[in-house]
């Protein structure tokens, strides 16, 4: 049985990039399977006018319908007359992928430097409020119209950038120079995120205006503009220039990653933390600057939701730091799968939406969908993360050649 | 096919050297007590074992000689059941086996003893001997320790064993546990024992202890078949020597009727010079020099007692010790991977007891680690990459923060060549080499960074004697080139053979520092059991003053 474990974990580990999609691609299927018998027997008990009889009772909810709307709502319904490709649902889609590529870049920095940044949230929250207030403060100097949005978008997105940085970097400093588990530190930094946002707002920045609790909004020229002709104009919350920017700065990461001194000293530190403080790599001030770049992406998340989606910042922060986590391990750490993971996790945002207006299927049963989807193809990935620890540390490795002592005992210990 | 005398160094070369007892071994099957018949086994882009034969004759000792990557630990992991040959046949006492599992292979009186012990270290060593086949009383409910103790007493008395069953495991030394593995084995069943590599982690007096062990073991009828690469304990302590080359078994030899350089020539394929040549060399100014330094361990234990020690330019200085008598932790001080407590090391002039690692790396530093999967080399990495560790933001090759990729593969690939590493494929992770492959890539790193010192701890652990001779020579180039080398080695054939000074340490002081030749490896193996010389008993010498 344990043999049979370890030759999984082994394999697992080992699989190629082919290996892995195909597994991602089987588990995706089989999670549908699942679910729409799932969908198909909630019918069962929900009541309806018309439906499926069958055996004396009445199905209520038809999976194929689902899962049509599911993915196919996400985009608009591209296979129904009148379709364009700049509609509200795909709108919804690609604004949800954006701000997850970003949260996701955040996680997935972290990790690869072998920190479990579990704070992009309250980064993301402390950046956005950061943008919100700077935008809205500098508009006050800054000529209105086309210099206005040169200048203030990009010194709003600086703004995130810059206070989501120093918020990550202080679970950083914390975990390099007093030990403290990134992990519970960046938990309660989130609480305190919330606390401290809320409290700023109320003391200083809350709209007067307005009875809800958000701050005043910047100005319509300091929104992230939607790009004219095949832009999703008119009131969609979504730019294709700040998807632009997300792609860009998703390949900057992973140019970070495979060329730079930095990228490798990271990756080393993730991997293998004895073998990079042999290479003179400075344990703590790694730690300290993928916390801040990991804090910092979280930010501009906070800032691309405050700029592009409400055109302020509102208190109650949807969580898009913690689908971050999620869009992370989906992709395996990968900062070009992020921007796949992300688009997934943006359709089932927009495709339970359409669930909602065309079926009576519960937000509910939605929710259990995409959840089964994401546990299905996450756990292999899941598995592999936790294989490879597990064949690194014993450092069992098929004999390419004869293994003198690195590989002679794989399996040796089977027996005791 | 048997031919009358050894030699073969008369330049007909391995191929013809002697054959000995195969007309005994064809005679008498029945006495056999392992025979594996061509067995060949393949894995992905190499065959590790190909139509090798194997005969083991009962109550003998069998060694299995060859370098690394020539297929020996394969070959007996078929043998264990961890692998299934793709072709061959495995014979115990005259009866083919097919194994699924170690399991099978102990339940037909096969015991295996790794290399790196499996021992749970907080227990004692009769709950370790018993560890998984504990009898039961009352219908299995609870362990008989009583019968335990029994067993275990009477394996004891009867080979001679000196082992307290009821010591914890982490009290007793090395050698001792490597005797537990062995009752552990014995307790099983086993008939046949398999000892991968049993020297590697003992002093000179516990491999004596060893061999009289194996001597008692088949004096009862008990057969040993032990993995090696080391000459010196085939010939000295096996009735009959197989060796490997690349997979191929090139015959079995007696050990009497042959010499150390024609195995050795068998071994490698190709003649051996066995000494390394270390003729004195000028001196230079002092490179690295300690003063007082003590270092305390991650549990605040001071392993390190004030050490000074002095390293000059094209000169070698050894320590020698026992693993674990202090001199991991002064080697990382020295390198910037721990931080002395107290006193200071000055490196070619400078102060740089506060400086890190990365500095003393930029100024020439080079260091060959003991660790060399959990440090020398990052295991998912491939070569390519490793090839840059340390060197990732050098001007060599990294400019403006981003690395020269194609720079570093050349270099990899150069490394690859110069120190043969096999197999040799730039793009494979370090994982996936053998230990003494990624320790050539390792030494190739750090000598071809063109340092001024080089700090080389066990520098040919594991490498096969073709790289090791290899390596030496390096090492003593490097020395012409006036580079100070600091060598750490538990194996007193190299250590005595490279070095110019000779410190023994041992719980964290110098025992002693001589000139390698005034000593005999008798005196080196008691210094390096705490025993001081005579005349010296008071202070520790200074290796820097000894001269």
Not at chain 1, 30 to 46: N, R, W
Not at chain 1, 393 to 402: F, G, I, L, Q
Request: glycine residues 12%; negative net charge.
């Amino acid at each position: 049985m344990r043999d049979r474990l370890e030759s999984i974990a082994e394999r697992l580990a080992r699989a190629s990039v082919v290996d892995r999609l195909v597994i991602s691609l089987a588990a995706l299927v089989t999670a549908v399977l699942i679910g729409g018998v799932l969908v198909f027997v909630s019918g069962a008990f929900a009541s309806c006018r018309t439906g499926l009889e069958m055996g004396g009772a009445t199905f209520c909810y038809n999976p194929m319908q689902v899962y049509y709307e599911l993915f196919l709502g996400a985009l608009g319904h591209p296979l129904e007359g009148g379709w364009t490709l700049t509609n509200y649902s795909l709108a919804t889609t690609l604004q949800r992928t954006t701000l997850l590529i970003f949260s996701g870049l955040s996680v997935a920095v972290a990790f690869r430097a072998g920190l479990l940044n579990i704070g992009t949230q309250g980064q993301l929250v402390v950046g956005g409020l950061a943008t919100a207030v700077t935008v809205v403060y500098a508009a006050a100097v800054v000529p209105s119209g086309f210099i206005g949005t040169v200048v203030l978008i990009p010194l709003g997105v600086l703004a995130g950038a810059l206070a989501g940085g120093v918020y990550g970097a202080v679970p950083g400093a914390l975990k390099a120079y007093a030990d403290a588990n990134e992990v519970i530190t960046t938990i309660m930094l989130n609480i305190i995120a919330v606390g401290i946002t809320s409290t700023l707002l109320s003391w200083q920045f809350q709209d007067p205006n307005s009875p809800n609790p958000q701050t005043a909004p910047v100005p319509e020229y300091a929104e992230i503009p939607t790009v004219p002709v095949v832009g999703f104009g008119g009131r969609m919350d979504f730019s294709l220039l700040a998807l632009a920017f997300a792609v860009a700065l998703m390949i900057g990461i992973a140019w970070l990653f495979a060329r730079t001194s930095f990228g490798y000293e990271l990756r080393t530190s993730g991997i293998q933390p004895g073998a990079a403080a042999y290479g003179g790599v400075d344990e703590k001030r790694m730690t300290v600057a993928s916390m801040t770049l990991s804090g910092a992406l979280g930010g501009i998340g906070g800032a691309f939701w405050v700029l592009m989606v409400h055109g302020r910042w509102i208190e109650n922060v949807p969580s898009l730091g913690f689908d971050g986590i999620a869009v992370s391990v989906l992709a395996g750490n990968s900062p070009i799968g992020v921007g796949a993971a992300a688009f997934l996790f943006g359709i089932f945002d927009s495709g339970g939406n359409a669930i909602g207006t065309a079926t009576d299927v519960p937000p509910e049963l939605v929710g259990i969908l995409t959840g089964l989807i994401i546990l299905f193809v996450a756990m292999p990935e899941f598995f592999r993360m936790l294989g490879r620890r597990y064949v690194t540390v014993d450092s069992a490795s098929p004999a390419r050649t004869d293994g003198g002592d690195a590989g002679a005992n794989d399996g040796g210990d089977a027996d005791a | 096919m048997s031919e009358p005398e050894s030699g073969t160094t008369d330049g007909t070369g391995p191929t013809a050297a002697v054959e000995t007892n195969t007309a005994d071994l064809n005679g008498t099957n029945s006495d056999l007590a392992v025979h594996l018949d061509g067995i060949t086994k393949r894995f992905p882009g190499v065959v590790a074992n190909d139509d090798v034969d194997l005969r083991v004759e009962r109550g003998t000792v069998h060694a299995l000689l060859g370098e690394n990557g020539a297929g020996k630990t394969t070959l007996m992991n078929v043998l264990y059941g961890l692998y299934r040959p793709d072709e061959g046949r495995v014979v115990i006492d005259g009866e083919e086996r097919a194994f699924d599992s170690p399991r099978d292979a102990i339940d037909a009186g096969i015991g295996m003893i790794h290399q790196h012990f499996m021992l749970v270290d907080p227990m004692t060593v009769a709950e370790n001997i018993a560890l998984g086949n504990e009898p039961t009383k009352w219908f299995g409910m609870a362990v008989d320790r009583d019968r335990i103790d029994r067993e275990i007493r009477d394996l004891c008395d009867r080979y001679g064993f000196e082992v307290d069953p009821d010591a914890t495991v982490e009290d007793v030394s090395v050698g001792v546990q490597q005797r537990v593995e062995i009752l552990k084995a014995l307790f099983r069943g086993a008939d046949v024992l398999i000892l991968d590599e049993p020297t590697a982690v003992l002093t000179p007096q516990e491999v004596e202890g060893l061999y009289d062990v194996l001597e008692e073991l088949t004096d009862q009828g008990k057969t040993i078949i032990f993995i090696t690469h080391k000459l010196e304990e085939a010939t000295h302590a096996a009735d009959a020597i197989t060796v490997l080359r690349d997979g191929v078994s090139v015959g079995t030899v007696d050990p009497d009727r042959t010499d150390r350089e024609a195995l050795a020539e068998r071994m490698v394929g190709r003649e051996v010079i066995l000494e390394a040549d270390s003729d004195p060399v000028e001196t230079g100014d002092t490179v690295l020099s300690t003063r007082d330094v003590t270092v305390e361990d991650d549990r605040g234990v001071e392993v390190v007692s004030g050490i000074d020690l002095d390293v000059r330019a094209g000169e070698i200085l050894g320590i020698a010790g026992v693993d674990g008598n202090g001199q991991a932790e002064l080697i990382e001080a020295i390198t910037g991977l721990r931080i002395p407590d107290e006193g200071t090391i000055d490196y070619a002039g400078d102060d740089i007891t506060a400086w890190s690692r990365r500095r003393r790396i930029e100024n020439g530093m080079a260091y060959i680690p003991e660790d060399r999967q959990k440090r020398g080399l990052v295991m998912p990495f491939d070569l390519v990459e490793n090839g840059v560790l340390g060197s990732q933001r050098s001007g060599r090759f990294a400019s403006g923060g981003r690395i020269d990729w194609p720079g570093v593969r050349d270099h990899a690939e150069e490394i690859i060549e110069t120190y043969d590493v096999r197999p040799p494929d730039a793009n494979a992770a370090a994982q996936s080499f053998s230990g003494g492959n990624q320790q050539k890539f390792i030494v190739g790193r750090e000598f071809e960074r063109d340092p001024s010192l080089v700090v080389a701890t066990h520098p040919t652990r594991g490498v096969d004697i073709g790289s090791t001779e290899f390596i030496h020579d390096r090492l003593l180039e490097l020395r012409r080139e006036g580079v100070a080398v600091l060598l750490v080695s538990s194996n007193l054939d190299e250590i005595q053979s490279l070095s110019d000074r000779l410190a023994v340490m041992y719980e964290g002081e110098f025992i002693d520092v001589t000139e390698p030749d005034a000593v005999t490896e008798e005196e080196l193996g008691l210094r390096m059991a705490g025993q001081r010389p005579a005349g010296e008993a008071d202070g520790q010498p200074n290796p820097g003053e000894s001269r």
